[in-house]
């Protein structure tokens, strides 16, 4: 039996999880951490009968206390309660399936705590990377990628990787890797210009037209700042260099990433877009186990096609390599500044170009500090948050 904890757990990643767990009776969820969903968290404590759950609010924690008083589960809130979800005792793994910034003190928590890490949280690489994987490597701590596009990668790697031992903190050998192509569906806009954007709504940028997925990462998408945020963690997690790693948009969402090697050779993951496979994977690797779903039928796609980014209609992939170039507290910025002006946008305060405006602003705003600790990246945080509301 193996046991695991989820951080965001009434989230997309949160809710496909659960559905993985519902269909191997050889998973059991012991802790879930959710921020105000309350009615979503009650159904997923009767149906999974976790030992603890957290909500991020106080006052959602103590709805919540009441509504399950007749269950034996400990109700917990705030950070307090995040980090001993993620300690859990009882638990072998994390899904860290958070969003934002948020998820950093826990995935830390738990790789001192010595749990294997399901890595669905981008923002713990991109603003710490330097922290995290140094500390995976000291405590022999496996770090499985959930997003698509880095499952993808991994699964290309896998032979690369034959006879190494499983639960140890994996060394890629970069000599052989000529370059990671991380695609990107090009998102609702692709092909169009700069004057066709000025008028995009939110209700136009939430229609994507191959993924499921929350609002905010739907928005990134739109802008290709998803995918310079999947750059930066691309880094980290396999020890490249950020020329090596080239952004391809393939409209079908079919090859979901590729490893070039040094001989020429390409080897690619596909399938179709549905995030339960990489969790799935995460949660039992090395093994792979049946899934009920749809499959990839490449008579009925005819044909894959495959084109450059488009950088200056969308420009926050190019500021996301230029952030990662400069490194330090810059990709906190990038993010912070991100997610500011994604909500914003979402209130109809700002423009969809604005988005990157203001991401761009922030960082030319900001004083870098070269190798951040925890509290200067939350502090990076909240001065971008505070800079940008002054632009307003």
């Keep these: 039996m193996k046991k695991i904890a989820i951080l965001g757990s009434t989230g997309s990643i949160g809710t496909q999880t659960l559905e993985i767990v519902r269909n191997n009776p050889d998973l059991q969820v012991v802790a879930l951490a959710a921020g105000t969903n309350v009615e979503k968290m009650e159904e997923q404590i009767r149906e999974f009968r976790p030992l603890a759950a957290c909500m991020w609010r106080s006052e959602a924690a103590e709805d919540l206390r009441v509504r399950v008083a007749d269950l034996d589960v400990k109700i917990l809130s705030g950070m307090e309660g995040l980090l001993e979800v993620a300690v859990f005792p009882e638990s072998q793994m994390l899904v860290t399936a958070i969003v934002g910034m948020i998820g950093i003190r826990p995935t830390i928590a738990a790789i001192e705590a010595g749990k294997d890490i399901a890595l669905a949280n981008k923002e713990t690489l991109v603003t710490a990377g330097h922290i995290i994987m140094p500390l995976a490597r000291e405590k022999n701590v496996a770090i499985l990628p959930v997003d698509s596009e880095h499952s993808a990668i991994f699964q290309s790697l896998n032979g690369e990787l034959a006879g190494k031992p499983f639960r140890r903190y994996v060394e890629y050998d970069g000599k052989k890797i000529e370059k990671i192509l991380l695609t990107a569906s090009g998102g609702p806009f692709r092909g169009r210009t700069r004057e066709q954007l000025k008028a995009i709504r939110p209700e136009d940028a939430l229609k994507h037209p191959n993924w499921t997925m929350g609002r905010k990462v739907t928005i990134d998408s739109s802008t290709l700042v998803n995918k310079g945020l999947e750059v930066m963690e691309a880094k980290w997690l396999f020890g490249v260099e950020l020329d090596q790693i080239q952004v391809v948009v393939h409209p079908q969402s079919i090859v979901h990433s590729a490893v070039q090697y040094v001989d020429g050779a390409i080897i690619a993951q596909l399938g179709v877009p549905d995030m339960k496979l990489p969790i799935q994977y995460a949660l039992f690797y090395p093994d792979r186990r049946p899934m009920r779903g749809e499959r990839a039928d490449l008579f009925a796609l005819g044909q894959l096609t495959f084109e450059a980014p488009d950088t200056d209609t969308f420009p926050g ?11 330090g507290s810059l990709p906190t910025v990038y993010n912070a500044a991100n997610e500011k002006a994604v909500q914003l ?8 170009l604005g988005i990157a405006e203001l991401i761009e602003k922030a960082m030319d705003h900001h004083k870098v500090t070269a190798a951040p600790n925890v509290e200067e990246i939350l502090e990076a945080e909240q001065e971008t948050y505070a800079y940008i509301l002054s632009l307003l």
Excluded: K
């Design 317 to 327: 992939l190019a500021l996301a390599y230029r952030a990662a170039r400069r490194g």
């Design 345 to 352: 946008f979402l209130e109809n305060r700002i423009s969809y």
